[in-house]
């Protein structure tokens, strides 16, 4: 048998961005990927088993991008997919007339793909982002990402080291 044998082509079916959890041990404030969304979770309730069946889980939750609701149910014993959400802070550069961001990485690189986001939930953090910058402040801007996507999420001004 040769080493080339044991190569395999690992497919990109979106399994990097969720690994697996038991659906009975999601928690309130957690996140779960329900009907193929990445959300935070508002509410888990579980029902006793029944005569025939498993104990249930019923979650609810928030895209993380969109805000929009989602429901769904699983048995407690089964697991259900979560997606890798990950936070990071970046020092605001500038905020370009089309919406877009320059942000800066620690290590001083920049990163340039990113826009103000643009829903009407967001619009409170929009305001107070654009009026923080015109006023001169130092931002730090917190983008949430998750499944490939990116999205802001809040600023807070630098402190002084």
């Known amino acids: 048998m040769s080493d080339d044998e044991n190569q395999f082509e690992q497919g990109n079916a979106g399994s990097s961005h969720t690994y697996t959890e038991s659906a009975g041990s999601l928690k309130k404030g957690g996140y779960v990927m329900l009907k193929g969304h990445p959300c935070k979770i508002t509410d888990v309730s579980t029902s006793k088993a029944g005569k025939h069946g498993h104990a249930k889980a019923s979650i609810v939750g928030k895209d993380i991008f969109t805000n929009k609701t989602y429901e769904d149910s699983a048995p407690t014993s089964h697991n259900i997919d979560v997606p890798f959400v990950t936070k990071k802070e970046y020092t605001l550069m500038d905020i370009q007339a089309d919406g877009f961001v320059i942000l800066m990485n620690e290590d001083g690189s920049t990163k340039e793909d990113l826009k103000l986001p643009e829903t009407e939930d967001d619009f409170n953090l929009v305001k107070e982002i654009r009026e923080q910058f015109d ?16 999205k802001i999420v809040a600023c807070r001004e630098a402190q002084d080291k």
Request: net charge negative.
């Open 135 to 150: 006023a001169g402040k130092d931002l730090l801007i917190s983008v949430l990402s998750a499944m490939g996507e990116e």
